[in-house]
């Protein structure tokens, strides 16, 4: 094990590499900072997961919806769902980056749960639309009130976990997400034997289960959820334990919250880290939340798939979504040894592969639905790709804070207008000019990876020369005033001798 500092119970330096670190990353940590790493992940990661599988429950139930007689009922036979989905990516985008920024300002374990609560009455609402007017309305609003919840548990992450901890729990999270988009295929496929109970049609009694299984979500998340090291209050959390917390964050040169300033603001936008990270999160957007694989189901005429097969053969995408997820977590915190870059720029590579493929079309159709279920890596990448974003940020708690928002917001910008113009509905299953975009970002990937490697890497080596100027500053102030402690006692000496 690690030298460890006594008081708190905080391992300083990287532990002897056994191989329990590759199953847990706590087992190798001294008694009290496992333990506080459990409580945190009792706390933080399950009832994080357990919000955001009831988010992304709400978010893609549409899809489900809309392949189960939505569709038919709502008379949406032209670009209907585009425009639904517009409706939700628009409300995502107006409310993801105030809500990043008010996070570092109001107690996340009142402000968080809170949103769960409204974006849940708002589901359930959707069950009694009439027509497609009063659906753009409410998934607007639902995307609006959700907007906050990922960014905002990545930030959390990142103000909670150390380096060597943070993938495991961003990928986790991500995969609760992909858990979610499994268990609304099966939840659908199971309500299409209650369409017509209670005079409702099956699609409805998924909005109205949804908000049965996230209500009591919502209400743990108030008594659970904890706040950030330097503000939580959390009976389950000690003194000491929040101290050691905060220790924690220090050793890994996580800012605390500073007041946000013009030159912060400034000095955030002026730099590379907001830019990069954004594009690079665009670029590995694939499909920009288009049912691909759903549609070409629904418009196969052979052989002609049934409502329950529509439903149920997409959960293979979500499982590799998760499965990759949890892969590349433990990958890059285990046998990499904390390295992010080589994990996304292999995820870029399969990218390329997969939308290359599937743009040509005239393919072997095993090896078509082998690429319509490798498509879902790219969302494996999310929390890596998060992960990445915390540690470069790590200088400025308010610049992570912006920078998480910002990469999820511009994603949404980009996912607002472009399955507009190449992801069409009229245009699936082949959606030609959407594969052949996504190829195109998927390459851009390539080239901006290393790039932003290259430039982490600088401001490392700027940011050791600092820290070994300020200590050699320090030394030789303590040296200083050693000689003149040394010569005052001097002067007493010989004064007492005369």
Avoid at 344 to 349: E, N, P, R, T, Y
Avoid at 405 to 414: D, H, I, L, Q
Wanted: proline share 4%; net charge positive.
């Amino acid at each position: 094990m690690g030298r460890v500092i006594e008081d708190t119970g905080v391992q300083v330096e990287p532990p002897k590499k056994t191989w329990k670190r590759h199953i847990w990353d706590s087992l190798d940590k001294s008694p009290k900072e496992r333990r506080f790493v459990l409580k945190l992940d009792l706390a933080l990661l399950t009832f994080g997961c357990l919000g955001f599988f009831s988010k992304f429950l709400n978010q893609t139930n549409l899809t489900n919806a809309f392949v189960s007689g939505m569709k038919e009922d709502l008379d949406m036979f032209g670009n209907e769902l585009n425009y639904a989905m517009t409706a939700f990516t628009a409300g995502y985008i107006i409310g993801e980056i105030p809500s990043n920024l008010l996070l570092t300002r109001i107690r996340p374990s009142i402000y968080i749960p809170a949103l769960q609560i409204i974006w849940t009455g708002l589901t359930m609402c959707t069950a009694s639309v009439k027509n497609t007017t009063q659906l753009y309305a409410l998934r607007f609003l639902i995307g609006l009130f959700e907007a906050g919840y990922y960014p905002g548990l990545q930030y959390m992450i990142g103000s909670w976990y150390r380096k060597d901890e943070m993938a495991k729990r961003a990928c986790i999270l991500n995969a609760s997400g992909s858990a979610a988009m499994m268990f609304s295929g099966f939840l659908m496929a199971a309500l299409t034997r209650m369409n017509g109970k209670g005079g409702l049609a099956g699609w409805k009694w998924l909005f109205i289960m949804d908000g049965v299984i996230s209500f009591p979500i919502a209400i743990g998340s108030f008594f659970f959820l904890p706040d950030l090291p330097e503000t939580t209050g959390r009976r389950y959390f000690t003194d000491e334990e929040i101290e050691l917390a905060k220790k924690r964050m220090e050793l890994e040169g996580r800012k605390l919250r500073e007041p946000y300033t013009v030159a912060k603001v400034k000095r955030i936008f002026s730099s590379w880290h907001i830019w990069l990270l954004t594009l690079y999160y665009i670029c590995i957007s694939g499909t920009s939340g288009t049912p691909i694989f759903p549609q070409y189901l629904k418009l196969s005429t052979s052989p002609k798939y049934t409502v329950q097969q529509i439903n149920l053969y997409p959960v293979g995408i979500f499982a590799i979504q998760a499965f990759s997820a949890l892969v590349f977590a433990w990958l890059s915190d285990t046998v990499l040894k904390g390295q992010r870059w080589s994990i996304i720029l292999f995820g870029a590579c399969l990218n390329v592969f997969v939308f290359a493929s599937l743009a040509a079309w005239d393919i072997n159709e095993k090896f078509k639905w082998a690429c319509y279920y490798l498509a879902g890596t790219h969302v494996g990448l999310s929390g890596i790709a998060m992960t990445w974003a915390n540690e470069i940020c790590t200088d400025d708690t308010e610049e992570r804070a912006l920078v998480l928002a910002t990469m999820n917001t511009m994603v949404g910008v980009v996912g607002t207008w472009l399955p507009l113009i190449v992801w069409q509905q009229i245009e699936a299953p082949k959606y030609h000019k959407g594969f052949v975009t996504a190829t195109s970002l998927g390459a851009v990937c390539l080239f901006l990876v290393p790039l932003i490697k290259w430039l982490q890497d600088k401001e490392a080596v700027k940011r050791r020369f600092r820290l070994e100027a300020r200590d050699d500053e320090s030394s030789s102030s303590v040296g200083d005033e050693i000689k003149e402690k040394g010569g005052d006692i001097k002067t007493e000496v010989n004064e007492v001798k005369n």
